[in-house]
Nanobody, 128 residues
Framework: QVPLVESGGGLVQAGASLRLSCAAS???????????MGWFRQAPGKEREFVAA????????YYAQSVKGRFTISRDNAKPTVHLQMNSLNPEDTAVYYC??????????????????WGQGTLVTVSS
């Protein structure tokens, strides 16, 4: 069973908005409410990059510079579920977006960091 399940990707025009969601599976939801959860993305031919993360206890939020002011991350610890509201999308945002979770927020922020749990990814395509 995939530990995290993403939804909400699709094809939009530049300037539009999308909302991605990621829910912990039934198996992982019992222990991930305290985990940091967030998003990475990987564009064709490029390395995976950090997008945003939110911690499980204090709710501290981190964004990549490229999405600050346009993307908003939030979470609901009841499931737990994390959302990524993406506004003012541009073609450079085209990528497969992956949800991730880990006990250590640093796994999101450290270059090359790799959180413990991953989703299968959801494709976001922004046309010009």
């Amino acid at each position: 069973q995939v530990p995290l399940v993403e939804s909400g990707g699709g094809l939009v025009q530049a300037g539009a908005s999308l909302r991605l969601s990621c829910a912990a599976s039934e198996r992982t939801s019992s222990y991930t409410s305290s985990y940091a959860m967030g998003w990475f993305r990987q564009a064709p031919g490029k390395e995976r990059e950090f997008v945003a993360a939110i911690t499980g206890t204090s709710g501290d939020i981190y964004y990549a510079q490229s999405v600050k002011g346009r993307f908003t991350i939030s979470r609901d610890n009841a499931k737990p579920t994390v959302h990524l509201q993406m506004n003012s999308l541009n073609p450079e945002d085209t990528a497969v977006y992956y949800c991730a979770a880990d006990t250590q927020p640093a796994k999101f922020l450290r270059r090359g960091g790799s959180p413990e749990l991953w989703g299968q990814g959801t494709l976001v395509t922004v046309s010009s």
